[in-house]
């Protein structure tokens, strides 16, 4: 049977997520592209077993995130490549801002371990719900819940992003500013 | 400044600012890529897929009509551009 239109579409629809997904993951945009590729192809040849209706896109992701950690497990044998060729292929390197700013939030997601950058792309970057990433990576609702705030906690350490400047000596004057702001 | 980092670190919480602006890295982030679309590799991939398939069931109709006949190996047509 050929692929329903509908279905076709749905698979091309996340591709853009998948390999921004997959580039974040193994870092190099080659790697990434057969990932994706091969997650494509299981897709096809399990299409089956993909329910209409259900999340097309939670889909695809689960199948690249096992792909991704059994190749990588495989990999680690071999070379460790942290940096080095580290998504040079990127073609459309952000001139709009600043590289800088680019490769160094590469390099901090690099430091993070692997199951907090997974939980914090799924959620912070892909638009996954927690109960939807936790589906993706097998695991509880809460436990992606603290894998995300662990990420950010860390990414935004490493990139000095931090509002500290916004928590002068007046701070309970601007928490009560702010709170009354707010919904 | 850095004892606030500090104690935010210990405490394990962003501020809504910090937050608001890790979000937008990351979301910049993943916009480059996004940008890209889907590259072509990719359409081809699906295409040879349905290709593959209709060729699969047309071939297999052909093969009952002429019964036996010389339906030939069609299938390594669409392997253009697969690497």
Sequence with gaps: ?183 | MQGDVQTRKARGRLSREALVKLGKVLETYFDDVRKEGVPDRFKDLLDQYDARKAQGQSGQQAAERTEGGSTGPLEERHDKGST
Excluded at chain 1, 126 to 139: H, K, N, Q
Aim: aromatic share 6%; hydrophobic share 40%; proline share 4%.
């Design chain 1, 1 to 183: 049977m050929t692929l329903a239109p509908s279905v076709r579409e749905a698979m091309l629809d996340a591709v853009p997520s998948l390999r921004a997904f997959a580039i974040s993951l193994s870092g190099n945009v080659d790697r990434a592209d057969d990932l994706v590729q091969e997650t494509l192809l299981r897709a096809m040849a399990n299409i089956d077993s993909f329910q209409p209706g259900t999340n097309m896109s939670a889909w695809l992701f689960t199948i690249l995130r096992n792909l991704f950690r059994s190749e990588y497990r495989k990999r680690r044998r071999e070379v460790e490549d942290t940096d080095g060729s580290y998504a040079e292929g990127l073609k459309s390197h952000p001139e709009q801002h600043s590289r800088v700013e680019f490769e160094e939030f590469r390099t901090a997601l690099a430091k993070l371990p692997q199951d907090q950058r997974e939980a914090l792309l799924l959620v912070g970057a892909s638009g996954f719900s927690y109960e939807e990433a936790a589906a993706i990576c097998e695991c509880a609702v809460g436990t992606i819940k603290s894998r995300v705030n662990r990420a950010r906690t860390r990414l935004a350490e490493l990139l000095s992003i931090d509002s500290a400047d916004d928590f002068g000596p007046d701070q309970p004057t601007r928490a009560i500013l702010s709170a009354g702001g707010h919904r």
